[in-house]
């Protein structure tokens, strides 16, 4: 009944940047939080960040200074602006939010890959 799906993965040389975008669709009455989490090879799925309806936003320790969370509230999107990637930011990179259709339920998107590398 719900959507998301991700877009704007790719692959960029160090120290550069990528934005990652997220759309929701479906039977959607509201959705709480939203956020991007990653998950690099070998490793377990981690938080980037998440944002509130009304813009309080978390990010991981990691990726503090370096990148940025936004959501467009009447749109149901949610982006994630990182500048000075590194190759430890490879990973794929997740959107997930709670949304209430008939109730409140969490949801993923299917993923897509950030690549750094030279």
């Known amino acids: 009944q719900v959507q998301l799906v991700e877009s704007g993965g790719g692959l960029v040389q160090p120290g550069g940047s990528l934005r990652l975008s997220c759309a929701a669709s479906g039977r959607i009455r509201s959705i709480n939080t939203m956020g991007w989490y990653r998950r690099a090879p070998g490793k377990q799925r981690e938080l980037v960040a998440t944002i509130t309806p009304d813009g309080n936003t978390n990010y991981a320790d990691s990726m503090k200074g370096r990148c940025t969370i936004s959501r467009d509230n009447a749109k149901n999107t949610v982006s994630l602006q990182m500048n000075n990637l590194q190759p430890e930011d490879t990973a794929v990179y997740y959107c997930?939010?709670?949304?209430?259709?008939?109730?409140?339920?969490?949801?993923w998107g299917q993923g897509t890959q950030v690549t750094v590398s030279s």
């Open positions: 997930n939010a709670d949304v209430r259709v008939y109730s409140w339920l969490n949801y």
